[in-house]
């Protein structure tokens, strides 16, 4: 699903053999062998598209219009794959904070198995060895690139899960099972790279709305979708019906341009950790810049005096914490329109600026019949409306977050403007700086708000 990831026959320990002259052909023969019916309206084309592969319209297309539907037994998932039979009886054995080793499992069996029938569709796959994904940088390039961000954090949990799971679960099962498992498919690099693999082009069904308090569904490979590239502003969506899996166009669509599928409201950051790439500015419409919640906390403290102050604004911070509003872990978000996380942050300047009296009346209530008053909706147009206290400390709180980047906005503002600079630098720098570029822009509009 990766908008940057260029596609070409897999690459690393399971490649072997000649690679397919014509991959598409290929392909598009397997799709009408296990009945993954295209519309006659669209091409899988590397020509017109954004990067590498994509899918295009040939002729032009109304909302509505199905563009393929792909039926669910040309799905790869730990259930179709060959091996699906042994992967549940050991489901038990196969558990995990991801939740994905049975579909990665299925997948390193089946990229050696030498007549998989899958091959075609690998044969599409982005090269492994090749992925743009951060968690493939040199670690001083991420932490240099993206300081501040919140990826480099992101990615070093991803990282330490990644070798754990390998080492704990994934290699003893391949060991325990040679023959389903050739040597060449046990490295933990081939299977980081197939993890980047299932977070940027695997799907994952939603749960029923009575099915909400279920585990999550296990993710699936599904040819064809995850040809689409990612838009915000996206012209097609995948329909999930009992027989199969439906792609239909949700914009007109003229002939000869792409069509786009989305991945859901990503902010940039999300986009480059996931999928690795973004969307420039101000493309992203879900862009959005996180403050820590920590980072509130250590604004507060700095306008404490005594140690009377300190020690009840600690307090405060407990109570936020057992109303379940803030955690050492989690963040304030804030995207280009709205606070996502509204009533969180409103309930944290509430409780971290009322008067003591009112805190102790509050914390008696247990938070409880408090009327929440017009003037602190936390809206952002509203901002400039709030109490002034509150004002203070938000902006206090994303002068702190700024100082976080190792740069400024006008630094980011001059290599943008400057088109010649731009274009020399690396991609990864143009992925980053897009990334740093759309945070600020978020944090410098509260700080203009809060002034």
Sequence with gaps: MATQAKRGRVAGPVGGGDADPDPVAGFLS???????????????????????????????????????AVPRAALLSQHTCSIG??????????????????????????????????????????????????????????????????????????????????????????????????????????????????MAYSFQEP?????????????????AADILNHLANHNANLEYSPNCLRMVATQPIPKGHEIFNTYGQMANWQ????????????????????????????????????????????????????????????????????????EELTTTLKVLCMPAEEFREFKEKDGWGDNKREDDSLTITNIPNLKESWKQLLRNSVLLTLQTYATDLKSEQDLLSNKEVYTKLSWREQQALQVRYGQKMILHQLLELTT
């Design 30 to 68: 397997w799709c009408r062998q296990v009945g993954l019916e295209l519309s006659p309206k669209v091409a899988v084309s590397r020509q017109g598209t954004v990067a590498g592969y994509g899918m295009v319209a040939r002729e032009s297309v109304q909302p509505g219009e199905l563009l393929f």
């Design 85 to 198: 039979g042994l992967l549940e009886r050991e489901r038990g054995a196969l558990q995990s904070q991801s939740g994905w080793v049975p579909l990665l499992l299925a997948l390193l069996h089946e990229l050696q198995a030498p007549a998989s029938p899958w091959s075609p569709y690998f044969a599409l796959w982005p090269e492994l060895g090749r992925l743009e994904h951060p968690m493939f940088w040199p670690e001083e390039e991420r932490r240099r690139l993206l300081q501040g961000t919140g990826v480099p954090e992101a990615v070093e949990k991803d990282l330490a899960n990644i070798r754990s799971e390998y080492c704990s679960i994934v290699l003893p099962f391949m060991e325990a099972h040679p023959d389903l498992f050739s040597p060449r498919v046990r490295s933990l690099e081939l299977y980081r790279q197939l993890v980047a693999l299932v």
């Design 207 to 223: 749960l029923e709305e009575e099915d909400d308090e279920k585990e999550p569904n296990s993710p699936l490979m599904v040819p």
């Design 271 to 342: 986009l480059i950790h996931m999928y690795g790439f973004v969307e420039p500015y101000p493309d992203n419409t879900d862009d959005t810049a996180d403050i820590q919640m920590v980072t509130v906390r250590e604004a507060a403290l700095q306008g404490t005096k005594a140690e009377a102050e300190r020690l009840l604004l600690h307090e405060r911070w407990d109570f936020l914490c057992k109303l379940e509003m803030v955690g050492e872990e989690g963040a304030f978000v804030i995207g280009r329109e709205e606070v996502l996380t509204e």
